[in-house]
C-alpha cells in the first residue's frame, strides 16, 4: 500500500481529524469541497427568505431577534468557505459555481416564506433539521470542519428556540394565527424531513462519506432522529404533523411516517422549485453590485502589505 495512503486509513481508524497538509486522496478532498460548499451556499442563500421579513416582523424585539439570527447565517457562510478554501478552491471559484448552477445549496430555501408563522417554521423545523445534522459534523473526520461546527451548532440551536418561540406564540394567539402557524408546519413539514437527502440506498455519496467518517450517521438516521425528536413538539404546541401514516412504532422505539415525495425533491434540487430562480438571481445582483466592496478591500490589503514590506 502507498505510504501516503496508509498514513491516511491510519487517520481515520485511530479516529483523529485529518488537517490541511496532510495528504488526503483526491476523491475525499472533493467530496469534501462539494459539501462544504454546500453548506456555505446554503447558509448564505437562506438569509434571503428571513430578511425578506425583518422590516415586517411585528415588533422591535422580533426584528433584533431576526436580525441577529441573519448575522449569524452570514458568518456560518464565512467559516464554511474559509474551511473549503483550506481544502485549495477558492471563494471566487465556489461563488461561479454557484452562478454557473453547478454547485447546489439546501432544497428547502427553494421554498417561499409566506407569512410571519414562516419564519417561525423555518427555526424551529429548518434549523431543527440542521441541527440534527451539524451535530453529528462536530465529529466529521477534516478537522476544520469539525472545529468550525462546534461554534455553528452554539448558534443553531439559538436559531431554534427563536423559531419554536414564534410558533409558540402563534399556536397560543387568536383563531387566525394558529391557523397561520398550522399552515406554515403543513407546507414546511415535507420539504424538511427531504432536507436530509435521499434514502441510503439511493444515495450515491453516502458509502463514500460514511467510508471516511465525513459523515457519522446516514441520511435515515438522521432524519428519523429529527423525527422522532419533532413530534412532540409539535403535540406541546397543539399542532398537527400533515401525516396521516405518522404512528409511533413501540417495537422499534420511534415513529413510522409516511412516504416522501421524491419527485418533488429532485424538482427543486435540479432548479424547478418554487423560487429557485428569484434565490439565484437576487445572490448573482448582490455579487455584482457590491463588487466595489471587494475591491476596495483587496486594494487596502495590497497597500496595507506593500507598506509593511
Known amino acids: 500500500m502507498d505510504k501516503y495512503q496508509e ?15 496532510d495528504w488526503m486522496p483526491d476523491e475525499y478532498r ?21 430578511g425578506n ?19 449569524d447565517e452570514a458568518g456560518h457562510g464565512l467559516y464554511l468557505y474559509s ?6 478552491i477558492s471563494r471566487a471559484e465556489m461563488l461561479q459555481q454557484l452562478h454557473d448552477g453547478k454547485a447546489k445549496y439546501s432544497s428547502i430555501f427553494n421554498y417561499p416564506a409566506l407569512t410571519w408563522a414562516d419564519i417561525g417554521a423555518i427555526g424551529w423545523l429548518v434549523d431543527g433539521a440542521a441541527i440534527v445534522n451539524q451535530v453529528s459534523l462536530q465529529r466529521t473526520s477534516y478537522g476544520p470542519y469539525s472545529r468550525g461546527m462546534i461554534r ?27 391557523e397561520m402557524a398550522q399552515d406554515a408546519l403543513n407546507r414546511f413539514w415535507w420539504p424538511s424531513i427531504m432536507m436530509f437527502g435521499p434514502h441510503d440506498s439511493d444515495s450515491p455519496n453516502t458509502g463514500n462519506a460514511m467510508k471516511w467518517k ?3 450517521e446516514s441520511n435515515d438516521e438522521l432524519r428519523q432522529k429529527f423525527i422522532d425528536k419533532t413530534v412532540p ?10 401525516d396521516p401514516d405518522l404512528k409511533w412504532n413501540e ?41 466595489w466592496v471587494r475591491e476596495a478591500a483587496e486594494a487596502y490589503a495590497a497597500k496595507t502589505e506593500g507598506e509593511l514590506v
Not at 163 to 178: S, W
Open 7 to 21: 498514513a491516511f486509513d491510519g487517520i481515520i481508524e485511530r479516529d483523529e481529524r485529518v488537517e490541511p497538509r
Open 30 to 50: 472533493k467530496h469534501l469541497i462539494r459539501q462544504v460548499s454546500q453548506h456555505a451556499h446554503s447558509e448564505v442563500i437562506g438569509m434571503q427568505p428571513e
Open 53 to 71: 421579513w425583518l422590516l415586517r416582523a411585528p415588533s422591535l424585539r422580533s426584528k433584533q431577534v431576526l436580525l441577529a439570527k441573519i448575522q
Open 83 to 88: 474551511v473549503a478554501e483550506t481544502l485549495g
Open 152 to 178: 455553528i451548532c452554539k448558534e443553531e440551536s439559538f436559531h431554534q428556540r427563536q423559531g419554536f418561540e414564534i410558533m409558540l406564540h402563534m399556536a397560543n394567539g387568536t383563531p387566525e394565527q394558529r
Open 214 to 216: 465525513i459523515k457519522r
Open 233 to 242: 413538539q409539535a403535540e406541546f404546541l397543539g399542532l398537527t404533523i400533515p
Open 251 to 291: 417495537e422499534k422505539g420511534s415513529y413510522d411516517y409516511g412516504e416522501i415525495d421524491w419527485e418533488e425533491f429532485w424538482a427543486v434540487v435540479k432548479g424547478n422549485g418554487p423560487c429557485n430562480k428569484e434565490r439565484l438571481d437576487h445572490h448573482i445582483k448582490a455579487h455584482k453590485d457590491n463588487a
